[in-house]
């Protein structure tokens, strides 16, 4: 029985996180003791140590102790990169892994690299973690309806039997027939298991205004205790007041970036489905919009950034959005439970549930 099953992706940001989360939670629900490891960081915290926020994270939302927490070889960045380019770091990272495996025998979830090739220069990509830790490989993929077979059928032919399924993620609502009747019946009949198809969820796409203030250095203006709120879109306030009216009332959940000179439009979004205010060029706004703001309980965040600037800091945020929010954790519970298939999952990896007296 594999006593590892390694999480990976074809292209990073696919939900290998999530599905953990997801996957790990139905599983300690059937009695199963699971330990979690992640070998390669790529989100170090701002501690001394090398421990990666993903760890951390999942480690609390599971309940894990530090004992079923499985160890972080090095952290994925540019200056790692250059040592081991250099020479200057020689360690056999494989070996390390392969000797740690075969110490510790209990089931344990792994999240392996952002791609297939991610980490090959330190012999750690998806398939060489797979083999040091002779585990099964279980693949987020986020669909596309043209490039989602091609990229499948590419990874089983590099994973071999290694591979024993799949998870398509972030499926249209108007996709979800053509994936479950169409693609999950041919990939299946390529003898690749199709174990989830997930819908696309807002939630899940959507980020915390205490992440926007993180990546664009924001100041808080006012409501500091709202920025838990989440943001699904963004919009860009530059147009006359009557055609952002119109826009607004069509958005939902918005973060409305707008000059801070801009009065008539920090109005108007203030009336709408706005979630924060983010002002370019530093300029502070009136006393009036800011006393609206605190009435409406929406967040105004001051940026020294010009507006293009600024769009490309909260676009990028958007395309590399991560799980670190409960609601967003109950979600993907909930997701996993409706849309992924557990109980074939445990039979392919010989788990059964145990009954704790």
């Not at 090095?74 to 392969?98: G, H, K, P, S, W």
């Not at 099964?136 to 032919?157: E, G, M, N, R, Y």
Request: charged share 20%; with cysteine.
């Amino acid at each position: 029985m594999p006593q590892h099953l390694l999480i990976g992706s074809i292209q990073p940001y696919s939900g290998k996180s999530a599905t953990i989360i997801g996957v790990a939670h139905q599983l300690q629900k059937k009695g199963i003791a699971i330990a979690y490891g992640k070998p390669i960081g790529t989100c170090p915290s701002e501690t001394a140590e090398v421990v990666d926020e993903d760890v951390r994270f999942i480690a609390q939302i599971l309940n894990l102790p530090n004992s079923c927490l499985r160890p972080t070889l090095f952290a994925l960045n540019a200056e790692t990169v250059r040592q081991r380019i250099q020479a200057e770091d020689l360690t056999d990272y494989a070996e390390q892994l392969r000797q740690y495996s075969l110490q510790n025998q209990e089931f344990a979830l792994w999240e392996g690299p952002g791609s297939l090739e991610e980490a090959s220069l330190f012999d750690l990509s998806l398939l060489q973690i797979a083999q040091a830790l002779d585990a099964a490989i279980l693949l987020t993929v986020l669909f596309d309806p043209i490039s989602t077979v091609d990229a499948v059928l590419s990874a089983k032919a590099r994973l071999g039997d290694r591979l024993i399924g799949i998870s398509l993620n972030d499926i249209p609502p108007g996709q979800l027939t053509f994936a479950s009747e169409t693609i999950k019946p041919f990939l299946e009949a390529q003898g690749i298991s199709v174990l989830g198809l997930l819908p696309s969820n807002q939630l899940l796409r959507s980020v915390s205004v205490k992440e926007l203030v993180r990546q664009l250095k924001a100041e808080v203006l006012c409501c500091h205790d709202r920025l838990d709120l989440m943001v699904e879109q963004l919009t860009i306030g530059a147009m006359n007041i009557s055609s952002a009216l119109k826009y607004f009332r069509k958005a939902h959940n918005m973060a409305v970036v707008t000059g801070g000179d801009r009065t008539d439009i920090q109005l108007a979004a203030l009336e709408t489905s706005t979630q924060c205010l983010v002002l370019t060029g530093h300029v502070f706004p009136s006393p009036m919009i800011l006393s609206r703001a605190e009435d409406a309980e929406i967040p105004i965040l001051a940026v020294d950034l010009d507006t293009l600037t600024t769009v490309e800091v909260i676009e990028r945020t958007f395309e590399q959005v991560r799980l670190q929010e409960a609601v967003k954790v109950q979600c993907v519970r909930q997701m996993i439970a409706k849309h992924f298939d557990t109980e074939r999952l445990m039979a392919q990896l010989g788990l059964k549930p145990v009954v704790r007296l």
